[in-house]
């Protein structure tokens, strides 16, 4: 029973770090300048890509018998607040935008580093969470090439 709690607790904080990544995408959207229609477009499109991978997550956390975490972490509502903050000194470029973008990636990739250290996670886990994780870091390298080319 513990293992199963120790993988529910796991799997719920890639839930939240989701929900974080999708607030933040929101957030991005909101901030962006009505030419922007490109970031517009590629937001939503990992909005959905992160819908998909909580869902996921939620499934296997209801298959453990578990309960699943709603909400963001602490660390998401800060970095949305100063993203907002930031948008007001920086006239919200496309350059500040992705480079928060960019952030959030690093934000998601580190928690995935972190949720695959943990022993207990049975092999069809592991694999489902490399497999996401493959998936954000594809997102986070677009997100990079784009900040790149706003330097």
């Keep these: 029973m513990e293992k199963s709690k120790e993988?529910?607790?796991?799997?719920?904080?890639?839930?939240?770090?989701?929900?974080?990544?999708?607030?933040?995408?929101e957030r991005a959207v909101k901030e962006l300048k009505e030419e922007d229609?490109?970031?517009?477009?590629?937001?939503e499109?990992?909005?959905?890509?992160?819908?998909?991978i909580k869902s996921d997550l939620v499934q296997e956390v209801q298959v453990?018998?578990?309960e699943t975490e709603k909400g963001t972490t602490e660390m998401g509502?800060?970095?949305r607040g100063?993203?907002?903050?930031?948008?007001?000194?920086?006239?919200a470029s496309r350059?500040?935008?992705?480079?928060?973008?960019?952030?959030?990636?690093?934000?998601?990739?580190?928690?995935?580093?972190?949720a695959l250290e943990t022993e207990k996670l049975p092999a069809f886990l592991r694999e489902m969470l490399k497999n996401q994780q493959e998936t954000l870091k594809v997102s986070h390298d677009e997100i990079r090439d784009l900040r790149n080319q706003y330097v």
């Excluded at 989701?18 to 607030?23: L, P, V």
């Excluded at 499109?45 to 998909?52: A, D, F, G, K, R």
């Excluded at 100063?82 to 006239?91: C, E, Q, V």
């Design 45 to 52: 499109h990992m909005i959905l890509e992160s819908q998909q």
């Design 77 to 79: 509502k800060i970095y």
């Design 82 to 91: 100063w993203m907002g903050l930031k948008a007001i000194f920086t006239g």
């Design 7 to 25: 993988i529910i607790e796991v799997l719920n904080d890639l839930v939240l770090i989701n929900n974080d990544r999708i607030g933040g995408y």
């Design 95 to 114: 350059h500040a935008i992705l480079s928060n973008c960019e952030y959030g990636e690093d934000a998601a990739q580190k928690a995935y580093n972190k």
């Design 37 to 43: 229609h490109d970031l517009k477009s590629l937001f």
């Design 64 to 66: 453990l018998h578990g």
